[in-house]
């Protein structure tokens, strides 16, 4: 299978960073528990576009803990042989703080691409599967017939409940739930729920 894998709140708690960057430069407060969609109504697009900047900037990128058991279950993947494509709304610039990232917490992967073209990038490199937890991208993919899965946050338990995408709390568990859509049987193209017509 050919699997990508989006970095912010897919591979890290990015809202800490986030939610701090808010407080910090707005004096906004962001709970985590109330952010039920994936617009941030408290602030301002532009507010926005600036906590993203600085949670992108070189030292907070290299500072991002992995969730536990991200990097062991893709380097699981890796190691069976899928194609890894690591993929983030980041921009261009950020590619090289970002492998410096990925080196320093030792994640295999095939390919990086930062942008904000990500379903269209996944297209391109006949991605069979998209792990995002943007509600967005989850439906932009299942359009595009990629498979959709995620960790859940308060933003994606609608797009959980409502649409055929693997769904987990963690990545134990996310590694659980995938591991019969990767087994070898299944690695024939057209194989995965949005195109074989659903999942639980
Ligand atoms: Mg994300």
């Not at 030792?106 to 995002?132: A, R």
Request: glycine share 6%.
């Amino acid at each position: 299978m050919r699997i990508a894998v989006d970095i912010d709140s897919t591979l890290h708690h990015y809202w800490v960073q986030f939610a701090a960057a808010a407080k910090r430069r707005f004096g906004v407060d962001l709970p985590y528990d109330q952010q039920l969609t994936w617009h941030v109504s408290q602030l301002r697009p532009e507010q926005v576009k600036a906590c993203v900047r600085e949670t992108h900037s070189e030292e907070q990128v290299l500072a991002a803990e992995p969730y536990e058991g991200a990097v062991e279950t893709i380097r699981e993947w890796h190691d069976a042989g899928h194609f890894i494509l690591v993929t983030s709304h980041r921009a261009v610039e950020c590619e090289g703080a970002t492998t410096r990232w990925l080196e320093k917490i030792g994640m295999p992967y095939d390919l990086l691409h930062c942008s904000y073209d990500k379903v269209t990038h996944c297209v391109e490199h006949k991605i069979d599967w998209l792990i995002d937890d943007s509600p967005e991208n989850l439906l932009r993919a299942l359009e595009a017939g990629i498979a959709g899965a995620t960790i859940t946050h308060p933003w994606n338990l609608d797009v959980c409940e409502t649409e055929p995408v693997v769904c987990a709390e963690n990545w134990h568990g996310l590694r659980a739930a995938m591991a019969p859509h990767l087994a070898p049987a299944n690695r024939r193209l057209g194989d995965h729920p949005a195109r074989a017509g659903g999942v639980a």
